[in-house]
Every structure is written in structure tokens, then in C-alpha cells.
């Protein structure tokens, strides 16, 4: 914010103000940043559309399970939503499974890193091609009794019971390369630190970043403002949603002590 008292100074550059003008005229929805695949409704709901081998498939938002604002303008958090089935994209679209609610999760991901399916299908593999082995080596003798307790388990199947099922997912688009001739250009968007202004009700403004969750009950990212530039090298992401069957809450809102031990407990012995 700037104060009436305060001087600016603007540079003045017809040149690149067409050149702006006129990539707003040239550019694609999708280079303008809008996503075809979502449809946003009056009532602050939104619609995913699924690309499926039988035609697609749409999700519409019930609730926000996780969702954190980011703190740059090229970030990309990830949201977890509540989701419902339905019949098309249009706001008044019917359930097709009244009462059915499922988990959809929208992320962007590395562009070489695997997706969720990827490594569910690659967990799955790796867990029945150990007990379909005739015979076990030296070094992994001490799991024959373990292989022997759950083999009819894998024989079933039902230990994919004790993953997240997997409904349906969807690789999009994939972020650009940087352009050539591009210089990288520190605190573009930052604002001074330390300086305030007077509200008209006499309460300080602050114009220093911050960054506020979604909802209260999540824990917001610290402020960059502060923060120390660290140079990165850019990566390439690509658009990922997947939706499971399961419906799920977020770990910070659980509301016994009890449950946050048995879960944190439960997701360290599945990552040994």
C-alpha cells in the first residue's frame, strides 16, 4: 500500500505495454491460466473432469479436507477435497451414488516422479512377486514365517485392503520450459518490509507477506518476507489428480490423542 504523502516513481514503457496487450489478445485459455478440466460454479463448489477409457468422469467439491495458499505467485500446494460422483460438469448435475463421497487429491509433481497409481501398482507387484518366489534366500530367510502367516492373504488379494483404493486419476498438462534469454529477477513481487500504513478506522497495516491457510484449523506457511533468497533450479512439474475410494480427514484434525498415535504409528511401520 501506498501512502498518499508517498513518492513513486513509474517506468514508462510503451513498448512492452503492447507486447502485454497483445499476448492477452494471442493467448489460449490454458495459457491464460484457466483449466478446462475444472469448472467453477456461483456457489464456490468445482467440478473435475476425469478423462476414463469410457467416456469422463465428474467430481464436484463438498468440502476442502487440505489445502494451503502458496507463498510465491509460481507456487503449486496441493488440495484435497471432499468429492461426489456426478452425471456432468453443470452445477445442478445429479449424484450418481447418492450419499457416496470420495477423496479427490490435485498436486503437481516432478515431471520424472511417479504417480500415486504408479507406485501403488509398483507396491503391488513387488508384494506378489515376493511370496509367489518358490524359495527364499539366505539373507531373507528370517521372513519365511511372515510369508507363511499372510500367504493366503496375497493369494486373496485382500491385502490391498490395507491401501487407499484408487477410483481413478489423471496426468495433465506440463509446466513450460523456461524461455530463452530469460533472466531470473529477485523480489519481483515483494513488498517493502517495515513499512505501514493507517486504516480508516485507525488500525496498522503491515504490508510485509503473509500467508493465510484456507481454513483456521490449518497451520499457515511462515512469511517469506524475512526469508533469505536461495537460488533453485528450476523443474518441470506436471498436473496429477487421482481420486480414492476412501474417504479421509487430515491428520491435524483428529480430535484424540490417541488417534494421531495410532495413525503416525501405523504410517512409520508401513514406510520400514
Known sequence: MVTPTENTTRTQNPALLIKLFMSFMFATKAEMGYDDMIERHDNGRYTYQIPDPEGSRFFRTIDTISEYRSNNITGR?????????????????????????CVLKDVWLEESASTEKEIQHNIFKDIENFWALPSLPPERSKLKPLKETHQQLVDSKRYKEYFLGIETDYTGDTTKEVANGSVRLKGLFDQPVGRSTASKNGTRLHSANTTRPAHEELHPLPSNADAQYIDRTYSRKKQYRVVFKETCVALGKLKTLGEVIDVTTKTLIGML
Do not use: C, I, K
Open 77 to 101: 500446494m496441493a488440495r484435497v477435497w471432499l468429492v461426489e460422483e456426478v452425471a456432468s460438469s453443470a452445477a445442478d448435475a445429479t449424484p450418481l451414488f447418492a450419499g457416496h463421497t
